[in-house]
C-alpha cells in the first residue's frame, strides 16, 4: 500500500504545479498564467528547441485549463524575455487568436514560434513524446 501511495505522488508530482507556482510538465516545462488570456511557456535551461513551447502549451491547456484536443493554442508572443518566468527563453501562448488576446508581451525574435504560429492541443501535447525521445 505504502509503495502505490509512493507511486501515485510521483506521478502527480511529475505533472503538477511547482511550489513557486504554475504547472511543470513531465518533460521539466514549466509554464505560468500571465492572465486570463495568456500564459508563458519558458524552455528548459540549456535547450532552446520548439518541442519545449509547443509541449508546455498544449500539456497546460489541456491538463490546467481544460482545453480539448482538438482546440487550437496561438503563439501570441515570440520568444525572448518573459513577463512572469525570469530568463530570455519564454513564449507565450493563448487559446485565442493573437487580435482577441490582450496582454500578451508581443516578442518578435529571430528563433522559435512566430506569433500566430498555431496547432492543435493534441499535436502540441505530442511534441512531449518527440522532444523526450529525442533526449533518451
Known sequence: M????LVSALVVAGCSETSAGGFVTRTGVRVVPVNDMVFEVGARPGETMNADFW??????????LGAGDRDRVYVVSEAGQ????????TAQFSLSPPAQTQGALGN???WGPKIGNQTTVVE?????????????
Open 108 to 110: 518578435v525574435s529571430h
Open 82 to 89: 518573459g513577463a512572469v518566468i525570469q530568463g530570455n527563453s
Open 55 to 64: 509541449c508546455g502549451a498544449g500539456d497546460y491547456a489541456r491538463r490546467v
Open 2 to 5: 505504502k509503495r502505490a501511495l
Open 124 to 136: 502540441a501535447r505530442l511534441k512531449c513524446r518527440t522532444h523526450r525521445s529525442e533526449n533518451n
